[in-house]
Antibody, heavy 119, light 108 residues
Framework: EVQLVESGGGLVQPGGSLRLSCAAS????????MHWVRQAPGKGLEYVSA????????YYANSVKGRFTISRDNSKNTLYLQMGSLRAEDMAVYYC????????????WGQGTLVTVSS | EIVMTQSPATLSVSPGERATLSCRAS??????LAWYQQKPGQAPRLLIY???TRATGIPARFSGSGSGTEFTLTISSLQSEDFAVYYCQQYNNWPPSTFGQGTRLEIK
């Protein structure tokens, strides 16, 4: 069974940092592109970042470029999102999602982890 | 960046009736379009990919159509568990991928 489990969310002050993790199981993690998508309270889905299966290519939305870093450890089946210089507008539930093979849709999602940015 | 626009923002339909949700892209995305369902407190669930292919385990009452810039998600006979928020997503020449703002399907 495919599972994605996020962790690392919590309360952080503006300007602070946080690292999110997404532990994957039930599939060959190193064969799939992975993504981070966030959802602010009561709002829609926002695409945040992506990383290729071998980690060689990454992408960031303009809203997080220069502040967030996506990475993965295929030996640990884990995806990461290092978040820095956090702002109030970064407050959201962060989901990791798997990119479907041969297609760009996201076929599995984690349950999400909440990041609260507040003083 | 490709902008996805969903309509209507809210759709009120009675159980057993048909629901039709629309999604428009600001430029052609070919058939690289997915639909997701999200219920309160849950992660999105993939319903349709490639504009018209149902994901694993998705009931046949869900169908997708369209290509280019105009897409439709149809739910043929609404069940109580179908009332949720629906998002379209384009992934043509991704990244980036972009989502529509969502359509809330509510019970009439």
């Amino acid at each position: 069974e495919v599972q994605l489990v996020e962790s690392g969310g919590g309360l952080v002050q503006p300007g602070g940092s946080l690292r999110l993790s997404c532990a994957a199981s039930g599939f060959t993690f190193s064969s799939y592109a992975m993504h981070w998508v966030r959802q602010a309270p009561g709002k829609g889905l926002e695409y945040v970042s992506a990383i290729s299966s071998n980690g060689g290519s990454t992408y960031y939305a303009n809203s997080v470029k220069g502040r967030f870093t996506i990475s993965r450890d295929n030996s640990k089946n884990t995806l990461y999102l290092q978040m820095g210089s956090l702002r109030a507008e970064d407050m959201a539930v962060y989901y990791c999602a798997r990119g479907q093979t041969g297609d760009g849709a996201f076929d599995y999602w984690g349950q999400g982890t909440l990041v609260t940015v507040s003083s | 960046e490709i902008v996805m626009t969903q309509s209507p923002a809210t759709l009120s339909v009675s159980p057993g009736e048909r629901a039709t949700l629309s999604c428009r892209a600001s430029q052609s995305v070919s058939s690289n379009l997915a639909w997701y369902q999200q219920k309160p407190g849950q992660a999105p669930r993939l319903l349709i990919y490639g504009a018209s292919t149902r994901a694993t385990g998705i009931p046949a009452r869900f169908s997708g159509s369209g290509s280019g810039t105009e897409f439709t998600l149809t739910i043929s006979s609404l069940q109580s568990e179908d009332f949720a928020v629906y998002y379209c997503q384009q992934y043509n020449n991704w990244p980036p991928s972009t989502f529509g703002q969502g359509t809330r399907l509510e019970i009439k």
